[in-house]
């Protein structure tokens, strides 16, 4: 018996009609690709800006009007719809053995302002899409499945943090970029944040999280890939940078007895550039804001701030490649006549890797429908970085043309979108048979 005739063995000893078997295992199943498309582009009118992006701010009315399209969507596809207390729309398709663990598919709609079309969108309607196909092939899956939209992923992975119940209390009381608190928001939406526990999912309640995503970086673009097996969300560390120096009158002073805050500040940022890139890998080092003082044409700048971030999948790379900064700075200072403190920030999350089970499934998928693929990081935050502390988690990457994101230029083809909703959902068809 070969494996994959022992794994249809497996499957029907767990219940699966013949049918289900060979629409899953023999061959791929396929998303109706122009009703995703549609559907898509009907969501994208919804906060629609003159540039062709979208401004579907959380908690605004656009927010709003999009999350009712998306509910009136899962209607149709034959989901049992709510909205859970922390404000996440959720659509259940039942299984044929309920008291298993979900398996939880989704992304968010809420959008930076003046952003794209695509991020959060296309792992949303791909999900739906996912969903409303197995309606239309009978697919009855063992576990149940919920679609979700998670809510503010943009502000700070709310509606996510709430259902494993990692947000601080007092976040809750912080304005969002719409004006409302986050508390205010969640009533907005139809939540209740006085009952935030009954939307919270704890360990064994769900099977494994899926999302697709774009990529939101240029490499899957540049390389001609067609889907990104993600290993996981990346850890991000940031510091505030002060440096002191001497102000003084830029005419009167001679260069050789200057303490030029802003010189020795420019020579850190050269220095964070060369030692992340000493080493082989994907790590990633930022400079991305620097402020000056007095901040005067005539005045030698006295002192000055700037940030610094890392971000990469191993956490104690960002640790070492920090400590050598840190040296480099002493030097510098040293040097220049200035003093550099380094202080850290509350911006410290953990690398959140994906499920070693589910990238090897959806590698496996990917060569099924005959897709290019490869691992690689992401960058940046995702709902699955909260999923992943209550369940095993697997992202979907689809190019994104040009690596331009949060931006109304944001683009990925719509090859791209019918690839990845098709990887998504027969990865999802795997991970109900697996022993995951």
Do not use: C
């Not at 007092?170 to 907005?188: F, K």
């Not at 220095?271 to 005067?296: F, L």
Request: hydrophobic share 40%; net charge negative; proline share 5%.
């Amino acid at each position: 018996m070969n494996r994959r005739d022992f794994g249809g063995t497996l499957a029907a000893l767990a219940g699966f009609t013949l049918i289900e078997h060979r629409q899953q295992d023999a061959e791929p199943v396929r998303v109706n690709g122009e009703r995703l498309l549609r559907h898509f582009q009907a969501l994208s009118a919804f906060g629609k800006t003159p540039a062709g992006g979208v401004s579907r701010v959380a908690y605004s009315d656009a927010d709003i009007a999009g999350r009712r399209f998306v509910m009136d969507l899962m209607h149709e596809a034959g989901l049992d719809v709510r909205i859970d207390a922390a404000g996440n729309i959720l659509g259940r398709r039942v299984g044929r053995d309920n008291t298993l663990p979900v398996l939880l598919i989704g992304s968010h709609i809420d959008s930076v302002p003046d952003g794209g079309n695509y991020d959060g969108n296309v792992g949303s309607m791909g999900a739906l899409e996912a969903a409303w196909t197995l309606m239309d092939r009978e697919i009855r899956t063992r576990h149940p499945i919920d679609v979700v939209i998670f809510q503010n992923e943009e502000g700070g992975l709310i509606g996510s943090s709430l259902m494993v119940d990692t947000l601080p209390p007092s976040v809750l009381d912080q304005r969002s970029q719409n004006g409302p608190t986050i508390r205010e928001g969640i009533r907005v939406l139809g939540g209740n944040p006085d009952s935030l526990q009954a939307a919270v999912r704890k360990r064994g309640d769900v099977k494994a999280y899926l999302e697709l995503h774009i990529e939101q970086g240029a490499e899957l673009d540049r390389l001609g890939i067609d889907i990104g097996v993600v290993e996981g969300i990346v850890s991000i560390r940031w510091w505030n940078v002060q440096i002191e120096g001497f102000a003084n009158h830029a005419g009167t002073t001679p260069m050789d007895q200057r303490r030029d805050a802003l010189l020795a500040a420019a020579k850190f940022i050269e220095a964070v550039n060369r030692i992340v890139t000493s080493v082989p890998g994907r790590q990633v080092g930022t400079v991305g804001r620097i402020q000056a003082h007095p901040g005067a044409p005539n005045v030698i700048p006295g002192r000055v701030t700037v940030s610094l971030e890392i971000r990469d999948l191993d956490a104690a790379k960002i640790e070492r490649l920090f400590r050598e900064i840190e040296a480099e700075a002493r030097r510098i200072g040293s040097a220049s006549g200035t003093r550099f403190t380094i202080t850290d920030t509350d911006i410290n999350t953990p690398p959140a890797p994906t499920d070693p089970g589910i990238r090897e499934i959806i590698d496996g998928v990917a060569d099924d429908l005959t897709l290019t693929h490869q691992r690689m990081p992401s960058g940046a935050g995702h709902d699955a970085q909260s999923i992943a502390q209550i369940a095993p988690v697997g992202m979907i990457f689809v190019p994104s043309v040009g690596g331009i994101s949060h931006s109304p230029r944001e683009f990925t083809k719509a090859e791209g979108l019918v690839n990845g909703a098709n990887v998504l959902l027969n990865t999802l068809l795997a991970l109900d048979s697996s022993e995951l």
